[in-house]
């Protein structure tokens, strides 16, 4: 089990330095001097100069990439050319917002997402089982904004519970829409997922001989055909932790909600690059890391997994 | 006997899947849409704003003030909204009230053409009075939030008969909106100082009193019009054609990619195969929405060149990694033995054996890929990196009806439901396409 974790961790090095690279290259790219845009109008040639030694924009590219990495390992994604506050701090400020919603999100997904999977396949083509995939099929065709947008018009609108977007100094009421606008689609792949991973199950043979054992439904529904189907049901949950992120930034949008994804957008509205570089690559550590998870949760509950 | 054609055989299997010909008809329908979209909808962008929000099949009676009221400045209030006392606020040099308020209801200074200054108090017809002073505000929930909020000091006056109201004339220049409100009731603009947003807000102001001429009915718009009058369905019928020539282009453009690299990747394999695997591997560890965004980002002018783009180069990669697969398991087969033997090169049996064979793949995951496609243009356009206004495109029209989230749904629930039904059109012929194609297929 270290032997594999220390291979993986091992395969991850490329894909980090990767990562890096490409959010360096869009990061050169950029139309403008960031340097002049902060400065202003007419900037002093020679603070402009001394600014431009002191962030190193007057080395080759590969030496800033270098300096860029050495500082990225360190934590240190640079500043904001708006305000001046570490990226870093700017993502750890708002990350409490983000991990909030996508935790909230990711619950619900699993409350409902499992449950209704489950009743989809022991009661198959019976009419719970259509209405949820039928409805798993809308919410996954909704584009996030609508289905954020539809939330609010009935929360807030129709039925009046909740009094409107935004963080609301961090009260529960406030998480409702926005974890049910995140959470329909991971919620809606996972019920699928648990379906179509139990439906398979169940037709094997050692379903077979629990039955003619004597054993009642739920035995073999839950303790044995579940835990099977567990395997792909994990899968698409860590895919979806790492995408919740990404997801979150619509989210976020539509909510008003003071996290990443907002950051994200104010970020790129206001052409602040050094912010949008340094959270992309958050976002993408975020995903390497997810997915390093679900590899090794997926060696730990299915022992037919070789690690090799 | 007579036996049918591969083709006839595959549309045979394709029409019993009874999903994938709701799909077929739906993309059929929008593909006519498309072509026809000039003579089915010749005036998308012409604005009337005495016909602004109307909602679908319904006409409007409007009446105009014939008094005009020249300028207005606004003060925020706490306390319930019936009743608003006043609280402080802040006028900046620029003559900009900078006010950071907890509470709801409004307070008008008007200033009337002939110079006379009157102060009216009013509230937002939508607010539920409250004694607590984080009152249930509704859609002005962000009000309520400590953020400061730089309020504009362009504030007109107008009244509509009927359910909602517009300005006669609005123009932007700088960082003020510059309108003319003949009619009664008030619209306000709030600019959120953290993300620069500018958001217009119109409200009712039935207390305002004001010379009445009636103009008539206004146009009864099939489904409604847009914030500035616009016919919305003529705008989804333009906007159809916007998103299939997106969903089209982009994934042409992951194919005219994805195909060389995945062939190649998966036909020499070894090392070719492994620097090609830890480059997908790379690609795919930026969430593709994200990686879009960062690419629009970057350009200065966003044209719908760059979204073409953006999301091309988010969606090769998974081409590259099918056909990959693809080429993987097809040069084991005999006939390509065979082809080798009779002194074909690799680039003929690449191109003229082995790429006929991937031909089912290559359509079903076209087909799911125009739906992706068709999403996150609509996605990208929601958070205004998208597509530029005025084109009418699906994601501009939503984002356009977010700051009439709740009072006026039709213009953001509309284009909204196009999209969804869009997306299941397509991925229902996908799923068709795939069991018709090869039932053994698993994507």
Known sequence: MINYLIRRLFYLFPVVIGVTL?????FLVVPGDPVRLALGQHPNPEL???????????????ARYGRFLGKAVTGDLGNSIRTGEPVAKIISDRLPATAKLAVAAMIFALLIGIPAGIMSATKQYSFWDNAFMTLSLVGVSMPVFVLGLIFMLLFVSVLKIVPGSGYGDGQLIYLLMPTLTLGTIPMAMIS???????????????????????LSERVVVYKHAFRNALIPIVTVIGNYFAGLFAGAIITEYVFNWPGIGSATINAITQRDYPVVMGIVLFIAA????????????????????KLK | MKHDTYFVTIMKRLLRHKLAVVGIVIVILLILLSIFADILAPTPNIMNLDAALIPPMKEVHCARSKEKIAQSRYLYMTGSANQPTLTSSVVTAKGEIQAEFENIGVAIEVISENGQKSFVPSSFGSLSPTDKLVGESKDFATFRTKKSYKLMDYLYHFKVVGEHTKPTREVIEGDFLDMEWEDMGVAYLVVDTTTNQRRLHYKNAPDLKSTETEIGPLPKPLLGTDTTGRDI?????????ISL???????????????????????????IDNWFMRFTDIMFAFPGLLFAIAVMSIFEERSILTIFIALGLVWWPQIARIIRGQY?????????????????????IMTKHLLPNTLAPIIVYSTLGIASAIMSEAGLSFLGIGIRPPTPSWGTMINEGFQHALDAPHVWLIPGFVIAIVVLAFNFLGDGLRDALDPKLKI
Request: a positive charge; charged letters at 20%; proline letters at 2%.
């Open chain 1, 22 to 26: 490409i959010t360096f290259i869009l």
């Open chain 1, 48 to 62: 402009q100069k001394r600014i431009e030694h002191e962030l190193g924009m007057d080395l080759p590219w590969y």
């Open chain 1, 192 to 214: 699928r997922m648990t379906r179509s991973a139990l439906l398979e199950v169940m037709k094997s043979d050692y379903i077979r001989t629990a039955r003619s054992k004597g």
């Open chain 1, 286 to 305: 975020i995903f390497v890391i997810s997915n390093l998870i679900v590899d090794v949760t997926y060696a730990l509950i299915d022992p037919r997994v």
């Open chain 2, 233 to 241: 369905a003529q705008r989804l019928v333009q906007g159809a054609r």
């Open chain 2, 245 to 271: 020539y997106v969903g089209i282009v982009v994934e042409l453009i992951s194919l005219l990619i994805g195909i060389p690299i995945g062939a190649i990747a998966g036909y020499f394999g070894g090392r």
């Open chain 2, 328 to 348: 993987i398991s097809l040069k084991e087969y005999e006939f390509v033995e065979g082809a080798r033997a009779i002194g074909c090169s690799n680039f003929r």
